[in-house]
């Protein structure tokens, strides 16, 4: 079956860095676009990045620009997401998804990890 299974979160100090890991079994993805997530209680997923496997084509949020970096490894079929300079309101559950052809909205992406919890304290 298709997975998609999110690790690396954690609890961190504002300021500190984290390196979010997704790695995908069951299926290629490499026509899909790759898409990182973010939902904080009582609000809606957010849009954080995303990345194509061809091309190198990287997209981000403003909130996270300049701080997160998205990235690939096609032989562990693997996505990370790196995030520098982490700041309380980045506190949230972050999601890995695959979508055939949306980028940034959540319901155009077609499979979507368990999620993983950033808490980022004060």
């Known amino acids: 079956q298709v997975q998609l299974v999110e690790s690396g979160g954690g609890l961190v100090q504002a300021g500190g860095s984290l390196r979010l890991s997704c790695a995908t079994s069951?299926?290629?993805?490499?026509?899909?676009?790759m898409g990182w997530f973010r939902q904080a209680p009582g609000k809606e997923r957010e849009f954080v990045s995303a990345?194509?496997?061809?091309?190198?084509?990287?997209y981000y949020a403003d909130s996270v620009k300049g701080r997160f970096t998205i990235s690939r490894d096609n032989a562990k079929n693997t996505v990370y997401l790196q995030m520098n300079s982490l700041k309380p309101e980045d506190t949230a559950v972050y999601f890995c998804?695959?979508?055939?052809?949306?980028?940034?909205?959540?319901?155009?992406?077609?499979?979507w990890g368990q999620g993983t919890q950033v808490t980022v304290s004060s």
């Open positions: 998804g695959a979508s055939k052809y949306g980028t940034t909205g959540s319901r155009d992406y077609d499979y």
């Open positions: 990345i194509r496997w061809s091309g190198g084509w990287t």
């Open positions: 069951g299926r290629t993805f490499s026509t899909y676009v």
